[in-house]
C-alpha cells in the first residue's frame, strides 16, 4: 500500500498536486480540509466546534481529526493507498497516523513536501480568496496568521519523518506540470523501493 503525507503549507498547491497523484497512480485522497468542510456544511456539532476554531485560525483537536481519518481508512480498506493532505500537522498527530495505520496493517510510505516561500504562499492565498469565497483567503493579517502557525507547529514533523528516512522535500515554485513531474519522480521511486 502506498501512503503518501503531501506536506506544504497553506496555498503551496496541495490540493492541486494531490488531485494529480490520485489520478496517476489510483490513491484515495484524505484531506483533513475537505473532511471538515463536509462536517461544517452538514452542520454537526463536531463541524461547528471546527468551523469556530477555524475561523480564529485554531487547529481542531487531534482526536477529533484522528477519529474522522479512521472512519475513512476503514471505509477503503482495499485501496492501493492514500494521499494524506493537511494532516498531519503536529508529531502527536503523526505518532497517532502511525498507530492507526499500523492497527489496520500499513504505515506512511513517505512524506512528500512542497516548499514555497512565505510572500509567494500570501499572494497565492489572496489571489484564491478573490474566486473561492473563502473567508479565511481574504484576510492577509488571518493568511499570514495561518502561515506563522503552519511554520511553528509543523517543522518538527517533518523533522519526525526525516528520523524515519520518510521526507524528501520538492519545489512548488513553477509550472504545475514541472512540479508534478518531480512529485511523479519520487512516488515511482518508492514504488520501486516497495517492490524490492
Known sequence: MLNIVLFGPPGAG??????????????????TGD?????????????M??????????????????????????????AGGFIFDGFPRTVPQAQGLDKLLMDHGTEISCMIALKVDDEELTKRLLLRGETSGRPDDQNEELIRKRIQEYNTKTTPV????????????????GEIEEIFAELC???DSLKEKQQK
Do not use: F, W
Not at 17 to 31: A, G, R, T, W
Open 14 to 31: 496541495k490540493g492541486t498536486q494531490s488531485q494529480k497523484l490520485i489520478d496517476k497512480y489510483n490513491l484515495i485522497h484524505l484531506s
Open 35 to 47: 473532511l471538515l468542510r463536509s462536517e461544517i456544511a452538514a452542520g454537526t456539532e463536531l463541524g
Open 49 to 78: 466546534k471546527a468551523k469556530s476554531l477555524m475561523d480564529n485560525g485554531i487547529l481542531v483537536p487531534d482526536e477529533v481529526v484522528i477519529g474522522m481519518i479512521e472512519n475513512k481508512v476503514k471505509e477503503h480498506s482495499h
Open 158 to 173: 517533518a523533522d519526525y519523518y526525516a528520523g524515519q528516512d520518510k521526507y524528501c522535500a520538492v519545489d512548488g515554485i
Open 185 to 187: 519522480k519520487q512516488v
